[in-house]
């Protein structure tokens, strides 16, 4: 199995930034499709962003401009890059990995976001 483990998160003040990070057990990190959802309390867990196996990359329309996802091979790891960030944005992330139409995810990092 594929294991998934999210940090990075915490507290900061509208307008800061922070750089969510999500390192994967497996050697098949390279062939993974990654993604970071969040959910907010009392809400459904929604997509925020997804980079491919060749580093293409697509966002959420609450986040593009603001957030940028990434992937090392070589660590195994996935970045999310998250700047003017907004109270909106308060929610757990989670990672999320797609290998061979198979799905895992990580058990979340929370990120609040403050006034």
């Known amino acids: 199995q594929v294991q998934l483990v999210e940090s990075g998160g915490g507290l900061v003040q509208a307008g800061g930034s922070l750089r969510l990070s999500c390192a994967a057990s497996?050697?098949?990190?390279?062939?993974?499709?990654m993604s970071w959802y969040r959910q907010a309390p009392g809400k459904g867990r929604d997509w925020v962003a997804t980079?491919?196996?060749?580093?293409?990359?697509n966002y959420a329309d609450s986040v593009k401009g603001r957030f940028t996802i990434s992937r090392d091979n070589a660590k195994n790891t996935v970045y999310l890059q998250m700047d003017s960030l907004k109270v909106e944005d308060t929610a757990v992330y989670y990672c999320k990995a797609v290998v061979r139409d198979t799905l895992y995810w990580g058990r979340g990092t929370q990120v609040t976001i403050s006034s």
């Open positions: 497996a050697s098949t990190f390279s062939i993974a499709i």
């Open positions: 980079v491919g196996r060749t580093g293409s990359t």
